[in-house]
């Protein structure tokens, strides 16, 4: 019998979905390739007793799909989502001191994410490698995302990475997942989220606003391009652009103020009352979230790649293009200037009198940031860093991308520890609620949308409630029949 290819396309203008699915049946053998239009994407099979079970559930497979929209297509006649991939140079520090390093770990590939809490350290590279390492240099675990890491955002406990195939991974849980979809008219340059809403800046300077179920919200397109800034909290959302900052309130309703900065933002940070942008001619300058006027200027002596601080502002940190790290305090004084000796840092976290940045060698990089330790090492006085190497047998995570990847629990009940939700479909939208007892019925889940099957039950470990009136997942999930 002939081998039988069938290609199907979702893509939709203005949404998130930028897909294909082909089904191939040869003989009893029946696999399936999915994933982003361009991509190469994953790979899936399966073997029947006879030919007429494999076509049977090659057909199945193939109405699911079409009654979700796929429609059949030519694979390769419709392009692939734009990525552009920030190109940085680096350049040898003129600082006549090296910072002090306690440990380096190196990813292989230059590296743009980082997240640094209470518990641990997480890393995001060019080459979708995600790492968690303890505040002592410790690998813990590692995860092989599909593409490229833009970079690593958190809300509250649950930790974001937002990747160059348009997909934004939730790696809270056991196993990550797709968690929102990007538009694939949108070159994602940067992202944050707050309670649940992702805000995301792109190449031609604008700023897209998607909720907790993936569902668009609102956009805005700036005078600028190149937003290499956005942060969010409950009153606006604040983009940085190649002609200065603007903020928009929370709803999306109204531009509430517009301040042009110093040379294009290419990275920004945010204090309670405060944001702050690095800009390419050489300066931090930080700005009224509520008026959007400069209260503080920061001169470095290069373009600033990044830039964070000590709670409050107490003092403010940078990093160039020329591998220099600089530190100043409140009001714009210069304090010290060091060299990483790791590369130029295109992000970086304060934590506990330590300074973590991530490098353009791909290197995660923890300093010691308090007095004793800088004035010793402007004196030449620096602690040997260790060299943190990853474990053999080091777990790797990846997405689970659809229900294949889902266990199955052949029971007619939950476990006593398991909390069941169920895909409904309302308003021509698809919802995850909670159908257990205990919760609240009308708040909706934020779940894996390649799982997301009218009808379908699943058990859930670690659901809980959040602030943003919704449930997140952060245990396993398997199907429950």
């Known amino acids: 019998m002939a081998r039988e290819t069938t290609y199907l396309e979702l893509s939709q203008d203005g949404g998130g979905a930028h897909k294909f699915y082909e089904v191939t049946v ?15 994407g994953q790979l899936q099979s399966s073997s029947f ?15 699911e799909k079409v009654r979700k929209g796929y429609a059949p297509a030519v694979a390769g006649q419709r392009a692939a989502r734009a990525v552009t991939r920030r190109q940085v140079t680096s350049a040898p520090s003129t600082a006549r001191a090296v910072a002090p390093v306690l440990w380096r770990f190196r990813t292989g590939s230059s590296a743009f994410g980082i997240h640094v809490d209470e518990d641990r350290c997480w890393v995001g590279n060019q080459a979708g490698d995600v790492y968690t390492l303890s505040h002592g240099g410790e690998v813990l675990a590692r995860y092989s995302l599909p593409d490229g890491v833009k970079c690593l955002v958190a809300d509250e406990f649950w930790i974001y990475a937002g990747c160059d195939d348009g997909t934004v991974y939730d790696l ?38 998607i909720d907790h179920e993936d569902e668009f919200q609102w956009s805005r397109r700036s005078s600028g391009s190149n937003a290499w800034m956005v942060r969010a909290d409950e009153r606006a959302v604040y983009h940085g652009h190649s002609q200065g900052v603007t903020a928009y309130a929370a709803d999306g309703g109204a531009q509430l103020w517009h301040t042009p900065t110093d040379g294009s933002v290419l990275f920004g940070w945010q204090e309670d009352h405060t944001v702050y942008a690095g800009t390419g001619r050489h300066t931090v300058q ?23 601080t000590s709670p409050d502002g107490r003092h403010v940190f940078a990093a160039d293009y020329a591998s220099s790290v600089y530190c100043f305090d409140a009001d714009g004084q210069r304090l010290w200037k060091l060299g990483t000796g790791g590369g130029s840092a295109l992000s970086m976290q304060y934590l506990d ?14 300093m010691d940031a308090s007095e004793a330790a800088i004035l010793a090492a402007q004196r030449g ?39 069941v939700v169920e895909c409904v479909r309302q308003g021509g939208r698809m919802r995850v609620q909670v159908v257990s007892g205990g919760f609240e019925p009308s708040w909706n889940v934020q779940f894996p949308r390649g799982i997301r099957e009218p009808g379908a039950r699943y058990v859930v470990d670690g659901l809980h409630a959040a602030s943003g009136g919704f449930y997140r997942v952060r245990g396993e999930i398997r199907r429950l029949v």
């Not at 040869?26 to 190469?40: L, N, P, Q, W």
């Not at 009198?353 to 990089?365: A, K």
Request: aromatic fraction near 6%; glycine fraction near 8%; charged fraction near 20%.
């Open 49 to 63: 007793p006879n030919v007429e079970k494999a076509r049977a559930a090659a057909a199945k497979k193939i109405g």
């Open 353 to 366: 009198e330590r300074l973590y940045l991530v490098t353009t060698d791909g290197s995660l990089i923890c």
């Open 381 to 419: 006085s620096v602690p040997t860093a260790v060299d943190v190497k990853s474990a053999a047998a080091l777990p790797v995570f990846t997405p689970a991308a659809s229900p294949a990847a889902v266990a199955t629990v052949s029971v007619a009940a939950a476990p006593a520890d398991g909390v």
């Open 172 to 209: 809270s849980s056991k196993v990550p997942f797709g968690a929102y979809d990007i538009a694939a008219d949108v070159d994602i340059f940067w992202l944050d989220i707050h309670e649940g809403v992702l805000s995301v800046s792109d190449r031609s300077g604008g700023l897209t606003v």
């Open 26 to 40: 040869d003989g009893t053998a029946v696999s399936v390739r999915y994933g982003r239009i361009g991509a190469a």
């Open 286 to 308: 930080r700005l009224a979230k509520a008026t959007g006027a400069v209260e503080a200027s920061y001169r470095c002596d290069a373009a600033v790649y990044a830039c964070a």
